[in-house]
């Protein structure tokens, strides 16, 4: 079924191309958009995260630690102090500790916290909700699935 899929918006994107959405890309202008007639059809068969071989799978990383790109098949937490030289993707929850940093953008297959005076250079994405620490900043965009995002004292998003 999967397979299936993946070819249907092949298809359907190269037609769409030939049609005459040819300049996709540049400064014509034009655009092009794929409709699906049932979305949820597609939850129920496309994982919402899945996982890489880019990045290390691990769970946790210790206060202080440092590691490039993080793609857990399951939750990941970082301890204080800690850096992440890379995008951080989860199929579960993500927890930034205080005074984390992450050189990249994160994914959370559920909710998403960072500590107070962590730092997120790029977007958060989290199908829950996002609880950002004290003094925390994201330098990105920040979307939770839930449309909840609580911000601790002095904390900001896009700055």
Known sequence: MKNIFL????????AALLVGFGGLVGSTGKTASLS???????QASVPLFSVSASGADVTSLEANGIIGSVDSSAAFTSGANSTVNGNVTAVAG???GDSARVNGSVRS???????????VSGNVRAV?????GDHSRILGTVFSGTGVINYGDGAVVGH
């Open 128 to 132: 829950g909700d996002v609880n950002l």
């Open 109 to 119: 297959g559920a909710a998403f916290t960072s500590g107070a005076n962590s730092i």
């Open 7 to 14: 070819f249907g918006a092949s298809t359907l994107l190269a």
């Open 36 to 42: 699906v007639a049932s979305p949820s059809a597609l």
């Open 94 to 96: 993500v927890t930034i």
